[in-house]
């Protein structure tokens, strides 16, 4: 059996690094978007759960890939289950049509690698 991908951990972590530049260049601008998505998803009418849920869903639509993986990698976090994943799938793919069911599939991909990762560490 071949060796699994790490296509969405080396993804994002490749983008991470590659946003260093940006951070030592523009410290106010990269501090205040992370405040931004740090207020626009903490628990309020809607868990973060959820919240991430729609973020997975509007990366499906804007095609992005770096972005599927990094709200991928806040779900497993977040204790979302595949089921949850597989269900905002559907919804992204019915407003989106055949693009957003291939980028779906990405999606897929990089939940269960995160989720594989996750189950692999020790306790």
């Given at each position: ?16 690094a ?8 523009t ?58 994943v ?38």
């Open positions: 059996m071949s060796e699994p991908s790490h296509k969405y951990r080396n993804l994002t972590q490749s983008i991470s590659g946003l260093a530049p940006l951070r030592a260049s410290p106010e601008v990269m501090k205040s978007f992370g405040e931004l998505g740090r207020a626009a998803t903490a628990d309020g009418v809607l868990d973060a759960k959820t919240k991430e849920l729609i973020a997975l869903a509007l990366s499906i639509a804007a095609r992005c890939d770096p972005c599927i993986g990094f709200h991928a990698k806040a779900l497993v976090k977040l204790g979302a289950t595949r089921q949850e597989d269900e905002t799938l559907g919804v992204a793919t019915y407003m989106g049509g055949g693009p957003s069911l291939m980028y779906a599939a990405n999606a897929v991909a990089a939940f269960d690698e995160f989720a594989q990762a996750a189950a692999a560490k020790p306790a």
